[in-house]
């Protein structure tokens, strides 16, 4: 039986079995191709048929060292990879343009190649003169890095062939092309392509390679979503431009934990790390004012408090607004929900703003209760006192579910002059690490404690 041909779409898996310009199931254009059977004609047999090699097995008792390391000598930077760079790894970088993807890996070749690894860095954006002048910038111009201005796939292959480097650092992976794929650079089959090249080549060889990918609107790594299973570790630099600090975060690693964050401060002189994030964070903090509170969080393995900013006025249109930036606007308006439901108080009419200060980016469910204490603060125009932080997931039902690493928040509280925290009512004594911990069993009895009876 012939097989009809199948479209697949390079961003969803979605199937087809015709080809158009825009997948109806994710709404991505131009990501639709045509997937070949393997079996093709109809006198081919099923895989099973024929006979082909028997895999040898092992078990799972059997040892394994643990993969060889290099440090980078950055505790930001070796932090978000697991504890240094795996030998033979892959790596994908993403990241809206100008935010400092180049300046980052620029850095990272320098320190890694200071501590012994031979790194070639090829550049298809930049000319050579350009990267050394902002090597010169960033004072790396004695780190013994190979530079290259190159997009031809096949000579960037061959080239590290003959030279063997430690570590390739592609910047950026759209602007790479590989001349037995018919396709423009930057299409979904080339980005494919050059990044399946890229990865099975440097793992055959035992390098390591780290790729840049430039990311979409909607804040995806452009290209195909395959690139992302290809690779080993997939870290996203962010920030807001108007802010000084980056976020380098992990979002998957098979080598170390995921969502850890490394943070840095883009300076005139490039990119230094920033030893105690959470008092960058909340260095902007002013007086007490309504709607501000701060959230005791850990991102990764660490915690981090900041600040969590809302503002709640009537609203001059019909559809009140409802306006979130650095967190999620589905929690938000299941916490709108659940203060309306559970504690009777409705936000219909009222316009509402929520704002993580500093750029961050929140993704722990735990900053639920931050978030209704900040979004009944600004509505009741009361200010809560200055040295108390708040952590705590609120469920549908209004309870307040305990929270993971209490002591850590509370030590980093501490460590920042907090005097209290207010948190579910799991942590089980009222005195940890030298701060008066409130507790609370649900939202209703939150707010009623707090804000008095409404
Ligand atoms: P770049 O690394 O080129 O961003 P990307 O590769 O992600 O597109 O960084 C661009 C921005 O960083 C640019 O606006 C200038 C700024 N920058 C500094 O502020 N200080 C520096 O030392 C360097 C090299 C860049
Ligand atoms: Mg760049």
Redesign the pocket.
Known sequence: MAKSPQFTCTACAATYTKWSGRCENCGEWNTIIEEKPLSAGPSSKSLGSTRGRAIALTDLSTEETPPERTLAGVAELDRVLGGGLVQASALLVG????????????QAAARFARNGLKVIYISG??AAAQIRM?AQ??GLTESPVALASETNLRDILTTLDTERPDLVII??IQTMWADNVEAAPGSVSQVRAAAHELTSFAKRRGISVIM?G?VTKDGQIAGPRVVEHMVDTVLY?EGERGHQFRILRAVKNRFGPADEIGVFE??????VEVKNPSALFLSERGDPAPGSVVFAGIEGTRPVLCEFQALVAPSPHSQARRTVVGWDGGRLAMILAVLEARCGIPFTGLDVYLNVAGGLRITEPAADLAVATALLSAREDVSLPQDCVLFGEISLSGALRPAVQTENRLKEAQKLGFKTAMAPSSAKQSQINGIAVRQFGDLAGFVGDVFGAD
């Open positions: 990241g809206d343009p100008g935010i400092g993807k180049s300046t980052l890996l620029l954006e930049e902002r910038r960033l910047d950026s840049v430039h630099f883009m300076t005139g002189r490039g990119l």
